[in-house]
């Protein structure tokens, strides 16, 4: 039997170990990989080309769903599923405009998770059912805060959007700069342009923004510059 090649991009090593055991439980699944941030999933990503990819939302440097972004735009075939702490409207609609095929909470039950692994292996979509009311709820709304969120989103690029998570998470220009290869300069003008397209003209409301789309978690521990 072909086993179906996983990949587990969760930032809480407990957690992560977690889901390992879980899944290495099953004679259909391998856990090929472990990324501990939205980074390092795109890379582990690009080099083991798992078939499914559990990604949590909420992690340092590069955040779930614009790691999914560039995950699907590296390897195509590869399906996401997303995990997540919370089911607030924002994130679920967020995870789907990504290009994520699953949703799934945390607190599922592992014979769900497992389930979803092998629905989306196979082309189909998969949502736990609290996840599955959210959107139907959501499908019947002509607009949004979710949705408007997603809107804004989709007009920043994904370098701009690592740039917003960074800063979003109290990196001074210089750290943002090492972290992603570039310069100060660089770093200051993507800055501005995020500012410009969101209409938020301070650190502090770049911040609000990125907790309100789902891009940090509220319970991250910034320091505002």
Same mark, same amino acid.
């Given at each position: ?12 090593? /407990?957690?992560?170990? *977690? ?6 439980? !099953? ?24 078939? =499914? =990819?559990?990604?949590? &939302? ?5 955040? *779930?769903? !614009? ?34 095929? *699953? ?16 629905? =989306? ?38 370098? !701009? ?8 998470? *109290? ?44 891009? &940090? !978690? ?5 320091? /505002?510059?």
């Amino acid at each position: 039997m072909k086993r179906i090649t996983v990949l587990l991009a969760e930032d809480h090593t /407990i957690v992560r170990e *977690g889901f390992r055991k879980m899944l290495e439980l !099953e004679n259909d699944l391998q856990v090929v990989g472990e990324a501990q941030n939205g980074r390092q999933a795109v890379a582990l990503a690009k080099k083991l080309r798992p078939a =499914v =990819v559990l990604m949590d &939302i909420a992690m340092p440097l590069l955040n *779930g769903l !614009e790691a999914t972004r560039q995950v699907l735009k590296a390897v195509p075939a590869t399906k996401v599923v997303i995990l997540s702490a919370h089911s607030d409207d924002a994130y679920v609609k967020n995870a789907v405009e990504s290009g994520a095929v *699953g949703f799934l909470l945390k607190q599922n039950s592992s014979h769900v998770v497992c389930d979803a692994i092998r629905e =989306v292996q196979k082309g189909k979509t998969f949502y736990g059912p609290t996840i599955a009311r959210r959107l139907h709820q959501l499908d019947g709304k002509s607009s949004d805060r979710a949705g408007r969120s997603q809107s804004r989103n989709a007009r920043l690029t994904s370098r !701009e959007m690592e740039v917003l998570q960074l800063i979003a998470e *109290g990196k001074a220009n210089k750290e943002t700069a090492a972290e992603l290869g570039i310069s100060i300069k660089t770093v200051e003008k993507h800055r501005e342009k995020v500012m410009s397209k969101l209409d938020v003209h301070d650190t502090a409301g770049l911040t609000r923004y990125a907790i309100s789309a789902g891009i &940090i !978690e509220s319970s991250v521990q910034l320091t /505002i510059v």
